[in-house]
């Protein structure tokens, strides 16, 4: 299939437009975890594990500043959410995430 100039230009603009709305959208998850962990300094609960709540490394830390969960939680809570587990959800057995939940 030979594409013309025009349809050359509307596929380029479509996948930069693409590109750009997966930039923001990177950009407002990783601004959304540095205000959780704000306010988890605000808290007093910065540097604490939300699952066990033990202290989170200083190494991770320094990593993900961000990060809410120890290595073993983390380690742990990507266990339970593995694709096989996934297969049983809600979403008919297609075991996929929901592409505009953020990660934690």
């Keep these: 299939m030979i594409r013309t100039s025009v349809e050359r230009k509307a596929t380029r603009r479509a996948y930069l437009r693409q590109m750009l709305l997966n930039r923001q959208f ?3 998850t990783l601004l959304g975890h540095i205000n959780t962990a704000l306010g988890r300094i605000d808290a007093g609960g910065y540097g604490d594990c939300v699952t066990c709540g ?3 490394s200083v190494k991770r830390l ?7 969960r120890c290595m073993t939680c983390e380690g742990l809570r990507r266990v339970d959410d ?3 587990k996934r297969s ?7 075991g996929l995430l929901n592409p505009v939940q953020a990660p934690s």
Excluded at 62 to 68: E, R, S, Y
Excluded at 88 to 94: F, H, I, V
């Design 26 to 28: 990177a950009t407002g």
């Design 54 to 56: 033990k202290e989170i």
């Design 62 to 68: 320094q990593a993900l500043p961000f990060d809410i």
């Design 82 to 84: 593995a694709p096989e």
């Design 88 to 94: 049983t959800s809600d979403d008919g057995g297609a």
